[in-house]
């Protein structure tokens, strides 16, 4: 493609540092789409006949169906992905192969081509995380009314509904949707006519072929379009994050698995055992996805590390992008499908998440009591903490303290203070907007509804 230029031919082992296409070569669809759109507007541009035109979208159709029947046959001297199909474009059509380059670098190319297949990417991404959300929520609306303790500091807190819990994560996961939304609409903007750096003297319509190519924007500035990889570093950085949330949800059901918990059992299906102990079942499918966690986060790492310092326009440096790239979306469609299967099959354990609960877990709302009784919070907690401290000395239950201690504490204890120790209750009072309450979790599970509906 560009040996004119040299007189001597590109050493063997230089070459395979050069080339890309055992990795970006799945993204022939991307190039092969780009190519057909870019002819179509060299053939509108009065660049190439109409004659060539076909006979150039022939080709790219007949190269299409060697890649999607697994018949294409690359060479060593493909360096690319786009090298390999104008070379095989001109062996099935000839010497007006060559025209197809016209007005294009492969800086742009390379440029569109990942846009494209980042949008696919992204669909795909979503796709899979709307998929763990409705188990959630699934499981959300088996659970109804089921108490299970809420932890802080992994410390029992409060008690809350098991759909609560499983809510929290399908809002985090939420989130995740609303950035790949975003971060689709600054993918889909089109490079292509921006040549190698300066654009291309050819009377092309880029809007017409960000239409053709489904993008909703073209590039402002030639420069910049070629060298741009934020909305790599945007989708990396939304893979990251997923694997950061699947890793807290895989935490958790690591834990609510153990036997010292015992809140749910997995399904063999997602579970494994041990090579030498026969009574283990271990949540490997959940201790994987907290696992994965790592390998995303560095894959943004590794991009951001090849985007420093680089000089305007395009470097070769940015070869470095795909491999990043490929490995967050191969991991997130394999982890994705796995979580959902594995929430989606989970037993929770409604009666042992109850029997959990205790009644240290309302000594705040011992501490309400005081406080609707007129005294100032810092105070009601200062007392109530003394209480339990009362009872971890006598080791007895919060509520199994005599009446007459509670009467002692404070003056404002009176001899209603015990019916505190209720944990429905408890629950029942937290009905604010997003709060625990039954009626406040229905209406999250109608939000949550809502949203699955949203594509």
């Not at 790239?325 to 109850?354: C, H, N, Q």
Request: aromatic residues 6%; negative net charge; glycine residues 6%.
């Amino acid at each position: 493609m560009w040996g004119g230029r040299f007189d001597e031919s590109i050493d063997a082992l230089m070459a395979r540092f050069n080339h890309s296409f055992r990795f970006d070569q799945r993204m022939w669809r991307e190039d092969i789409r780009g190519s057909m759109a870019w002819a179509r507007q060299l053939a509108q541009a009065g660049v190439i006949s109409a004659e060539e035109r076909d006979t150039l979208l022939a080709g790219l159709e007949a190269v299409f169906a060697e890649f999607a029947d697994g018949r294409f046959e690359a060479r060593p001297s493909d360096e690319d992905i786009h090298t390999a199909v104008e070379r095989r474009l001109g062996e099935l059509v000839g010497p007006v192969a060559g025209k197809l380059h016209t007005g294009r670098s492969r800086n742009d190319q390379v440029a569109t081509d990942v846009r494209l297949w980042t949008m696919g990417a992204i669909q795909r991404i979503d796709d899979g995380v709307r998929a763990l959300q409705q188990a959630l929520l699934t499981q959300a609306e088996a659970a109804g009314d089921a108490l299970m303790p809420g932890y802080t500091h992994l410390q029992r807190a409060q008690p809350v509904l098991l759909a609560h819990w499983l809510l929290s994560h399908f809002w985090s996961l939420q989130r995740d949707r609303e950035r790949l939304a975003d971060c689709a609409k600054r993918t889909a903007v089109l490079p292509l006519g921006s040549g190698a750096i300066a654009g291309t003297p050819l009377a092309i319509d880029r809007q017409a072929l960000a239409a053709d190519l489904g993008m909703a924007a073209i590039s402002p500035n030639s420069m910049d379009a070629v060298s741009d990889r934020d909305f790599i570093a945007e989708f990396l950085f939304c893979a990251a994050l997923i694997g950061v949330h699947l890793s807290r949800l895989a935490e958790d059901m690591i834990i609510y698995s153990s036997a010292e918990f015992g809140f749910v059992t997995l399904a063999d299906a997602y579970s494994t055992g041990s090579s030498l102990m026969p009574q283990k079942k271990n949540p490997d499918s959940f201790e994987l996805l907290r696992g994965k966690a790592g390998r995303l986060i560095g894959d943004l790492a590794t991009l951001l590390i090849v985007l420093k310092g680089l000089p305007s326009a395009y470097n070769k440096d940015l070869q470095e992008d795909k491999e990043p790239l490929f490995d967050a979306a191969d991991t997130l469609e394999l982890a994705l499908p796995v979580a959902a299967g594995a929430v989606a099959t989970a037993r929770f354990r409604y009666e042992r998440m109850r029997a959990a609960l205790d009644d240290a877990m309302l000594a705040t709302d011992v501490a309400d009591y005081l406080v609707a009784r007129g005294v100032p919070f810092r105070e009601a907690h200062h007392v109530v903490g003394r209480l339990v401290r009362e009872a971890e000395q006598r080791g007895v239950a919060l509520s199994a303290l005599p009446l007459d201690v509670f009467l002692a504490a404070h003056p404002a204890c009176g001899a209603d203070v015990l019916q505190v120790f209720n944990v429905d209750r408890s629950v029942a009072q937290r009905r604010v907007p997003g709060a625990t309450a039954p009626e406040a979790v229905h209406e999250q599970i109608v939000q949550a509804r809502r949203c699955m509906t949203e594509r």
